[in-house]
């Protein structure tokens, strides 16, 4: 989602508009224009934001089409890294509140980047504090939020580690005073920021014999940042524990907890979970942006089949519509997508979750307290009190939840719900597993999703390549009995005469850049099987067909695997095809 960046800009200069931008670049008449303005004021988002956001014209076109109205240069800056010394002679703070960075000197010149270049307050304060002509070029929001990340870079050398002395490990007291020592207060500070700088979604805080590790889980992947010494770990974990309301003396036992903090602009909930291992105390905490907005289906990956049915299947009034996939395949933001359609002020949506993820104006959620009692099973049972419409329990764990989620979507209600399996398929024989009746499954799933993440191609360092006829013969082996070019042809990609004659075909992977941390991926999005709950798959569902039946009867009914998604993405330049050979093939 991007951030709402308002191009005020545009309305300082008399007779430049955003409005005539748009008609200059996408040639795009008064009356498109207007019903821009009126789909941007329903989605509550400035007009800049929606026309990029739905790809009416990119980012980088209209910044730069605003450069050359308004006189300046553009500056891409993306991939690019920039020298310390120089980013420094502008002070973080900032060029973090007027959106300015330096990054090219040149003797006396210095090159900066600005999202305003008509702040001239602000260019002359620089030109006074460094004492060189400042050449200001314009640049993008996504391109700027990129430099500044670089401030925050190097996060051994930002903590700047001061030895603290080793603590008595089972003095709450002490552990207390570590906790509350500015050095300890900065470490666990600076790994909470800069994880939220490089987009993480997870942090590993491991102890060792000789130190404590820490590692970022980044677009699926974990990383090591940095190794701290031995002798901060009792004082982190206290820190840590303090934060998410947890007993700091409590070594012995795991323990959960949750707690927020803002950020530029923004909160951010992590959850925090402990347990004792042979040196000391791992700690994970999933790190989730609260302010962030449901993703649309196309958003998140879907292709237009399997977009187009899951739209008709969460438009009848009942029935269960079921995600499924491994942990961290996405399936909860796939059900808050699902949910984000179906959020009008005409129903009653209530969920219940473990935890609740993201907070949702308009929906009333619960988290479950098993020491309480709140369970799944329990809840779902005070929520059919409660005259709901649309029902989304976060997991289907055992018999006594499916039976009541399968009751719930037989008398009227709408239930969205996960379960833990490889694929689509394999879901109905899960069911019956847990002793659901095969008429009851039958009767009530309308569809089943099944999903991996893959990461997506880093777009600053994208390159061709050809995959030879050997390949693509291995691919093919793999795909099953339909043609990959055949695949391409039905999902609309054009393929290159070449393509079709020579049996090679082109792919794309990333070279590796700053911009990616030379991994050659950054971000990603989603694979999906959909399979749709016919007369014929219900006739198996009673028959007790194993789930190899189940996937042969769909796929030559027209169901595109995940694998086959993945290959599409593969030849759109998304993601690559060592990616969908490693989610899908583990």
């Known amino acids: 989602t991007l951030h709402t960046i308002n191009l005020c800009l545009l309305y300082m200069i008399p007779k430049i508009t955003l409005q005539q931008i748009l008609t200059e670049t996408s040639k795009a008449d008064k009356k498109t224009i207007a019903s821009y ?82 702040d001239i307050q602000t260019i002359e304060f620089i030109k006074r504090k460094t004492k060189l002509d400042v ?53 666990v500070n600076s790994i909470l920021e800069h994880a939220i700088y490089e987009n993480a ?29 031995k002798s901060v770990e009792n004082g982190m974990a206290a820190r840590i524990k303090i934060l998410a309301h947890l007993k700091i003396d409590e070594h012995m036992l795991p323990q959960d907890g949750r707690f927020k903090i803002a950020f530029s602009d923004d909160t951010y909930a992590f959850r925090v979970s402990l347990i004792p291992v042979y040196n000391g105390e791992k700690i994970v905490m999933r790190l989730l942006h609260e302010g962030a907005k449901p993703l649309s289906l196309g958003e998140l990956g ?18 269960m519509v079921l995600v499924t996939g491994p942990t961290g395949s996405g399936k909860t933001t796939t059900l808050y997508s699902i949910l984000g359609i179906l959020n009008t002020p005409d129903v009653n949506i209530c969920t219940i979750e473990d935890p609740i993820e993201y907070h949702v104006s308009g929906i009333n959620q619960s988290q479950i307290n098993p020491k309480a009692g709140f369970t799944f099973a329990s809840g779902l049972r005070a929520f059919l009190r409660q005259d709901p419409d649309i029902i989304m329990v976060g997991e289907i764990r055992d018999h006594e939840t499916a039976e009541i989620a399968i009751h719930s979507a037989m008398t009227g ?15 109905l024989p899960r069911l019956i597993d847990m002793q659901i009746p095969t008429f009851l499954i039958a009767f009530t799933t309308n569809v089943i999703i099944g999903q991996r993440l893959v990461r997506k191609i880093c777009t600053e360092c994208k390159k061709e390549y050809t995959l030879d006829k050997k390949e693509l013969e291995q691919l093919q ?32 992977r ?25 007369e014929h798959i219900e006739e198996l569902i009673s028959q007790r067909a194993d789930a190899k039946q189940i996937n042969t009867y769909a796929i030559k009914n027209g169901m595109i695997t995940m694998f086959q998604d993945g290959l599409v993405k593969a030849k759109q330049g998304i993601t690559t095809i060592e990616e969908v050979l490693r989610t899908t093939r583990e």
């Open 477 to 508: 082996k793999l795909n099953g009995e339909q043609n990959i070019t055949t695949l391409f042809e039905q999902q609309k990609i054009n393929l290159s005469t070449k393509e079709k004659k020579l049996g090679t075909i082109t792919f794309y």
């Open 135 to 187: 050449d200001v070029s314009m640049t993008t929001p996504t391109a700027m939020r990129g430099a500044l990340r670089q401030y925050h870079d190097d996060l051994q050398q930002e903590i700047k580690i001061q030895m603290l002395t080793t603590e008595e490990k089972n003095d709450p007291n002490t552990l207390k005073k570590a906790a509350e020592e500015l050095p300890v207060i900065n470490i």
């Open 201 to 229: 979604s997870d942090i590993h805080i491991e102890p060792t014999d000789t130190g404590v590790v820490v590692r970022y889980r980044i677009d699926g992947i974990l990383h090591q940042v940095m190794e701290l010494p």
């Open 302 to 319: 879907l292709l237009p089949q399997a977009k187009a049915l899951l739209e008709s299947s969460i438009k009848k009034p009942h029935g």
């Open 413 to 427: 209600h709408l239930v969205l719900s996960t379960l833990h399996t490889n694929d689509a398929a394999t879901t």
């Open 510 to 534: 990333g070279q590796g850049c700053s911009r990616c941390n030379e991994s050659g991926y950054k971000g990603r999005i989603g694979i999906y099987e959909v399979l749709d709950i016919d």
């Open 37 to 118: 303005l009126e789909k941007a004021k329903k989605a509550n988002q400035p007009l800049e934001e929606y026309v990029i956001e739905q790809k009416i014209i990119s980012e980088k076109k209209l910044y730069h089409a605003a450069a050359d109205v308004l006189g300046f240069s553009f500056v891409p800056l993306s991939g690019e890294k920039i020298n310390k010394k120089i980013l420094n002679l502008i002070p973080e703070p900032l060029a973090e509140t007027h959106k300015m960075v330096a990054f090219t000197k040149d003797g006396n010149s210095l090159k900066v980047a600005a999202l305003d270049p008509t």
